[in-house]
């Protein structure tokens, strides 16, 4: 069995290098890491957050330093603005995961109610402490701010304010009633610029006199623009030098009020100054103003201010209480806030870094379920986690190699099993169109296989297969064949042997030899190849009537001349004899003459039989030469028709056009002498006159042309169609018997074959298949 | 992947419940403090502002009166010493009944009392947008009550932009600083309001 071309099997795409060894999974392609996993990031904000805690610690912290009022403005403000930004994002924060949250839940995705318990848990855990303390230390700020304030200490810082102001409020109208009664004796000085040493007399003796430390003297100018004008100052030796000019008090006093201020000086202590305005008629317009002044020494200025501070801060700290309270209280929540929303994150953030990597491994199992062999997870960490999903990766590069391998051997499996199919029906195609017929039986003894030749040569339809072949070839024609068939011979014969079947009283010859095919340990399988030989031994027997024939025609023909010479010289010889001799002599001698000459004629047909030429074969119409050959017997024939019936569509067939219209003639020839004969005879009574068909055919499935001749004799015995086509064979009883075996030989010569059966519904129909 | 067999989505639903009720609870706090906060803020006392504005010689006069702008809280604040600042933003607006109306200008008047503890005298300073206008130095409480609640006669807008018999109005609103009362909402609502109409007729 020749073996079909092997295709060659590509390899399939991406399969792993040779080896058993598991190729290194690929690896993921890297996707950007969400901001939320960016270690720097988080570091970030972790560290504002430290400085946000830090920076309102340390401002709590300090916030004794700082001025209640911009506590409670400035600081209050930005503290209150900062607690309610958190507050926006603690909302925010949660509202957007639950419903994050709630939404997976209702998406069924994994994990979600693991998240949510995650950031219950610590949101809970984190809550109810943080509000807890946020009362508790609520409560405590309002307590300890009430203890701040306290009776005694209310009475003691109003006592010194009152004090130290009672006695700001002595001195200044000491130096009031000083300037009031200086502004009366300078009444009827003249203040011009002229009389400075008359003006300076008299304020020195009142300087000394009233025990003040400075006098300023100004006179009106009459202007807007300076309303006054210094005259002359006088202080006492003990006043420090660097006091300020009075200039703006005397001014304010010009329009006739009196005045009061307290000039810090440079260097240390205060002058309580008191202006008046000079008149110089009650009623009339100042024409100067006089300004006294007491120093008040450093010491004294200080304890007296910081009774004055003491006192307004401790005041101002009982007005701001409350707002002082509140930067106390929005630093407290603000910090709470801060906590809350760096809980809910830690969650959240937790959550998802425990999920997700669990998630992901769902979702690539998720793939790998769905044959996605080269999805792979990005390691994120290189925690357990990390190491999870290492193997994971591994696992499914793994599997990949696998399905590889499974696919690769898939492949060549199917490649194989193609191969098989081809040669399978290469040997089918082989067994169809052999003329071996082959049959085939399984283990169990049925028939499996039987080949269209055997069909044709053992008459088995292909309802024949699946039945018992004990059953089949015990068919009465079958017999023959039974000793090859399993199951009905107890041995097979071991080497092929010629078999001669007769089926419908035709013989045929077969070579038999069947085979038990052991391929395994199982039950054997049996072939039986049959070969008809049966066209072979016709020819070996026609090349033995042929050399019978020649040799007839050498040994038989030598002596005939002789012998008819001999019996006409014997007839010449004994012309003069007596009448009876001499009738005895003509009849003797004219018998063996007539004798001769028949076996002459026989001898020579004989001798034509040997020695038929090879045709020469061109491609010719068989159509018009059956119609030529057929002409030939026009208006020959009585009570005899010839219907020829030729298929129009008939190819051209390469035949010897001599040689083949001997064939049609011969077997014309036969059909009307059998209806003649017949007819003669009156063996069968005939309806109307004989008929021979004449027809053509096409088969283009085999290649072939049907040439037939029928007719409605009374045809042939079925014993006698075995022998038909021998040499010297007839039914006629006369003649050399050669004409059919003429016939088959020509027929054999161009390739062909000839069967002789029953016409229907009556006569013979003789049959030639010739190649196209 | 979730079984949908009825008991692992009511376990599901059950823990997402309580980080509802966690968040709803946070989200009750919040929104509790802040309407305490605003309520607080609201529960300053409001006190009216009489405004007279009138129109003449190219200038909106706005003259206005605060009812008890120094109240006994307020008038403790000045005593302690603190720089107390009564603050009235003055709107110049024209009606408008299917959009916002219309400012027309503003203005922002300002007056700072100190009060000396040692001397036992008021400074007082009035600034208009930011200006100083005039100070004043008093022994007498009553005047600075006076200076910081009457106002007569400020010229405080121009009249070229307004059109003639067409209505306006001038809303004040008063506030003083530093506040005394803590409320969670950082801004407050003003402690003293009022408003007057006119039709402007050059």
């Known amino acids: 069995v020749a ?4 295709v060659p099997v590509p390899p399939p795409t991406g399969a792993p ?8 999974a690929p690896a993921p392609a890297r996707t950007r890491r969400p901001l939320r996993d960016n270690p720097l990031l988080i570091l970030l904000w972790i560290g504002l957050l430290v400085v946000a805690l830090t920076a309102m610690l340390t401002l709590a912290d300090r916030s004794s330093q700082l001025l209640p009022d911009f506590l409670s403005e400035v600081v209050l403000y930005a503290v209150s603005v900062v607690d309610l930004t958190l507050m926006v994002a603690l909302v925010f924060v949660l509202a957007r995961n639950v419903l994050k949250l709630v939404v997976e839940r209702r998406r069924a995705l994994p994990f979600a109610r693991f998240r949510a318990k995650l950031v219950a848990v610590l949101l809970g855990m984190t809550l109810i402490p943080a509000v807890l303390v946020l009362i508790v230390g609520s409560e405590l700020i309002r307590n300890s701010a009430s203890r701040w304030f306290s009776p005694p200490i209310d009475d003691v810082l109003s006592s010194a304010r009152e004090i130290a102001s009672d006695y700001y409020a002595e001195r200044q109208r000491a130096v009031s009633a000083h300037a009031a009664d200086l502004a009366r004796a300078l009444a009827a000085v003249d203040l011009a610029p002229g009389n400075v040493a008359a003006i300076r007399a008299v304020v020195a003796s009142e300087l000394a006199q009233r025990q003040l430390s400075l006098i300023e003297v100004y006179r009106t100018t009459g202007r807007d623009t300076p309303p006054v004008a210094p005259v002359v100052d006088v202080a006492a030796p003990t006043l420090p030098v660097g006091f300020g000019s009075s200039f703006v008090l005397a001014a304010r006093s010009a329009a006739g009020a009196p005045n009061r201020s307290l000039d810090p000086l440079p260097s240390g202590g205060e002058l309580v100054r008191a202006s008046q305005p000079i008149l110089g008629s009650p009623g009339s317009a100042p024409t100067g103003v006089v300004v006294a002044s007491v120093y008040l020494s450093d010491e004294l200025s200080q304890h007296s201010q910081r009774i004055i501070d003491a006192y307004q801060a401790y005041e101002q700290m009982r007005v701001l209480r409350r707002p002082l309270e509140g930067v106390y209280l929005s630093f407290f929540l603000g910090l709470t806030l801060l906590i809350l929303i760096s809980a809910t994150w830690m969650g959240l953030y937790l959550a998802k870094r425990i999920t997700r990597p669990v998630q992901r491994l769902a979702a690539g199992a998720r793939e790998i379920g769905a044959g996605h062999l080269d999805h792979r997870i990005e390691a994120e960490t290189h925690d357990e986690f990390g190491a999870l999903v290492e193997a994971f990766n591994k696992m499914a590069g793994e599997l990949d190699v696998s399905r590889r391998r499974l696919e690769r051997s898939r492949l060549e499996l199917e490649h194989k099993s193609q191969e098989a199919e081809g040669r399978r029906r290469y040997l089918e195609t082989i067994l169809e169109r052999i003329a071996t017929g082959v049959v085939c039986f399984d283990a169990s003894g049925r028939v499996s ?12 339809g292909a309802d024949a297969i699946g039945r018992p072949a004990a059953t089949v070839f015990a068919r009465e024609d079958l017999r023959p064949l039974a000793p090859f068939v399993p199951g009905a011979a107890k041995t097979l014969p071991s080497s092929a042997e010629e078999v001669t079947m007769v089926r419908d009283g035709q013989e045929s010859h077969l070579l038999a030899i069947a085979t038990a095919l052991r391929g395994d340990e199982r ?50 010889h004994f012309s003069g004899a007596p009448e009876p001799t001499r ?4 009849e003797c001698s004219g018998a063996i003459v007539t004798e001769v000459e028949s076996l002459k004629s026989l001898v020579d047909e004989f001798s034509q039989f040997a020695r038929m030429p090879a045709p020469r074969t061109v491609s010719t119409d068989l159509n018009e030469l059956l119609r030529e050959a057929l002409g030939l017997y026009a208006g020959l024939l009585e009570r005899v028709r010839i219907e020829p019936r030729l298929s129009p569509r008939l190819p051209l067939v390469r035949v010897d056009p001599e040689q083949f ?14 209806l003649n004969g017949a007819r003669e005879l009156e063996l069968e009574p005939m309806d109307g006159d004989g008929v021979i068909s004449v027809e053509t055919e096409h088969d283009p499935a085999n290649g072939v042309v049907h040439v037939s001749v029928a007719d409605n004799g009374p045809g042939l015995p079925a014993g006698d169609r075995s022998k038909l086509f021998m040499p010297y064979y007839s039914t006629k009883g006369r003649g050399s018997g050669l004409g059919l075996a003429i016939v088959r030989r020509i027929v054999a010569e161009h390739g062909g074959s000839i069967e002789a059966g029953d016409n229907a519904p009556r006569g013979t129909r003789f049959t030639i298949e010739l190649p196209v | 992947v979730s079984r949908h067999d009825g008991r692992r989505p009511r376990r599901a639903s059950s823990a997402t419940g309580v980080l509802s009720t966690l968040a709803l609870a946070v989200v009750v706090v919040v929104l509790a403090l802040m309407a305490l906060g605003a309520a607080d803020a609201g529960a300053a006392d409001d006190r009216v502002i009489r405004v007279a504005p009138l129109a003449r010689d190219g200038q909106v006069l706005v003259s206005f009166t605060t009812e008890a702008a120094i109240n006994s809280e307020v008038e403790r604040a ?62 007498s409480a009553e005047a600075v009550r006076h200076w910081v609640s009457v106002f007569d006669r400020l010229p405080l807008f121009s009249t070229r932009e307004l059109r003639t018999h067409t209505e306006y109005y001038v809303r004040i609103r008063g506030r003083t600083s530093p506040r005394n009362t803590w409320s969670f909402w950082p801004w407050a609502r003003p402690s003293a309001i009022g408003s007057a109409t006119f039709t402007f007729l050059p």
Do not use: C
């Open chain 2, 78 to 139: 000045i005593q302690s010493g603190l720089p107390t600042t009564f603050t009235y933003d003055v709107e110049l607006r024209r009606a408008s009944t299917f959009w916002f109306d219309k400012l027309m200008g503003s203005a922002r008047i300002a007056v700072t009392v100190r009060y000396d503890n040692l001397t036992r005298r008021y400074q007082v300073s009035l600034m208009q947008d930011g200006r100083v206008a005039e100070s004043r130095s008093t022994d």
């Open chain 1, 523 to 572: 039950a054997a399988e049996t072939v039986l190849v049959v070969d008809d030989v049966t066209p072979l031994m016709r020819a070996q027997k026609v090349a033995a009537w042929r050399d019978v024939a020649r040799r007839l025609a050498h040994e038989i023909k030598n002596p005939l001349t002789p012998i008819q010479l001999s019996a006409e010289r014997l007839r010449r």
């Open chain 1, 583 to 586: 009738r005895l002599v003509d």
């Open chain 1, 661 to 674: 219209r001997r064939v049609v003639i011969n077997l014309v020839d036969n059909a009307v002498e059998a």
């Open chain 1, 3 to 6: 073996t079909l071309p092997t």
């Open chain 1, 17 to 24: 290098p040779p080896g058993n060894s598991p190729s290194v």
């Open chain 1, 449 to 460: 296989i039987v080949n269209r030749a055997a069909q044709r040569l053992l008459a088995l």
